[in-house]
Structures are given as structure tokens and as C-alpha cells.
């Protein structure tokens, strides 16, 4: 990590319960930062510093990102990671306190990309922009099926067609296929094997030794 500035550390107020309180801010961004070492290292510089929001945009990190690996992790709120070369997000290891993270400009190109073994049910704000995933089919909805506490996605509102959508995920669309792709899918699927049962059916009318009728009634039996 080489230091160009030194990491900015300033006060915000926030209301909790009619009650203001102030809002650390650490600001990590272009510090050339490459790994969890280097945040860690940034935040023992600035004496163990506890914050509320941590902002590690323009980093040029390596290696997928353990956000619970980060010091003083437990007491913040609000994640920001944006233009970091980030290829992954591995949603096993955001803690339960952070309710806001910001990963846009980034390189998380596919549903694949995103790592997890169950379902992530702290995340209220999620942004993504301008990485590729976006691009992908019922993306948001698909998005909303892994973090179900979301309430924003890429700064807009999670709508309630969206939400309900998402919870019929599994009954009406895997992989990407609404139900009705689904079904033409299946009906294609059909219609290609009723064409290959006429035609072994033909051969076999045709079939002029034992050898051949054994392997085209052995074909025939593979669509019964």
C-alpha cells in the first residue's frame, strides 16, 4: 500500500430515536490498496479508529474480498467499494450490521460471481451499477431471490410486482426462464422427441436385418 494522502476521517450526524449522533466516516480510498492487509494496516494507522461508514473506493484489490476480515468491521454501517476491481462478492462474509454496500463500477459479470450458501437477510441498499451482472436476465428479481431484506437495488426501490416475483422464483423461473420460457422449452423438447420416435419407427419398418431392428427397438425404448 503506498499512502498518497492519509486517509480522511470525518463527522457526519445521523438520527437514531430522536437523537443525534455522530457519524464516523473513514475514507480509504486512493491509497492504491490491494488486500484486507492494507485496510487493516490504514485503520491500526489511524489508532484502531471505530466508524460507521468505511470507503475503500479506487482500490485495485487482488483477491476476492473477506469483509468480516476487516478491523472494527462489527460497527459499521454503510460499505463503499466502488471502481475497486472487484470480480466477486461473497455474501457469506458481509457481516449482519452492514445495511448499505456499494460495489458499482466494478467487475461482477454474472450470477456465478456472486458467492454464497444461504441467503443474505441483512442488506437494505445494494448497488451494482455499471458492472455487468446488471445485464443479466430477471436480474433484479434474481438479486432480490439471494438478499430478500433488500429494499433498494441500484438506488432505485424495490417494487412490490419485484418482490412478489421473487418469492415465486423457484415455482415460475430457473436460471433465468420465466415460467412461459419454461414451457416453450418443453414443448420444444417434446415435439423434437416425438419427431425422433417417427422416425425410428419408420426404420424400423424398414429394417431388413435382426442386428438393425434390435438396435432401433433398443433407440425406440430409451422414449418410453
Known amino acids: 500500500m503506498s499512502i498518497s494522502h492519509n486517509p480522511i476521517v470525518y463527522y457526519g450526524n445521523e438520527c437514531s430515536n430522536s437523537i443525534n449522533i455522530k457519524e464516523i466516516i473513514l475514507d480509504l480510498s ?12 490504514a485503520i491500526i494507522l489511524n489508532d484502531n479508529i471505530i ?3 468505511l470507503i475503500i473506493s479506487n482500490s485495485l484489490f487482488e483477491n476476492d474480498l473477506n469483509l468480516s476480515a476487516i478491523i472494527n ?10 471502481n475497486s476491481n472487484l470480480t466477486t462478492l ?3 462474509t458481509v457481516p449482519r ?3 448499505v454496500l456499494s460495489l458499482k463500477d466494478n467487475n461482477i459479470n454474472e450470477f456465478a460471481n456472486i458467492k454464497r450458501t444461504k441467503k443474505c437477510k441483512s442488506l437494505l441498499k445494494l448497488d451494482l451499477s455499471n458492472n455487468e451482472i446488471t445485464r443479466q436476465s430477471n436480474y ?3 438479486l432480490l431471490d439471494m438478499i430478500p431484506s433488500l ?3 441500484d438506488g432505485n426501490k424495490i417494487s412490490k410486482l419485484e418482490r412478489r416475483e421473487s418469492k415465486e422464483l423457484n415455482k415460475g423461473i430457473i436460471n433465468g426462464l420465466s415460467k412461459k420460457e419454461k414451457e416453450d422449452k418443453k414443448s420444444t423438447t417434446l415435439t423434437n422427441n416425438h419427431n425422433i420416435i417417427e422416425s425410428l419407427k ?3 419398418v424398414n429394417a431388413e436385418t435382426l442386428e438393425e431392428i434390435d438396435r432401433l427397438e433398443q433407440e425406440l425404448s430409451k422414449y418410453s
Open 51 to 53: 466508524y460507521n461508514t
Open 73 to 82: 468491521i462489527q460497527y459499521c454501517k454503510t460499505l463503499i467499494a466502488d
Open 30 to 41: 486512493n491509497l492504491d490498496i490491494f488486500s484486507i492487509n492494507d485496510i487493516n494496516k
Open 140 to 142: 433484479r428479481v434474481r
Open 202 to 204: 419408420q426404420q424400423l
Open 151 to 153: 429494499v433498494y437495488i
Open 97 to 99: 450490521n452492514i445495511k
Open 90 to 92: 461473497n455474501l457469506d
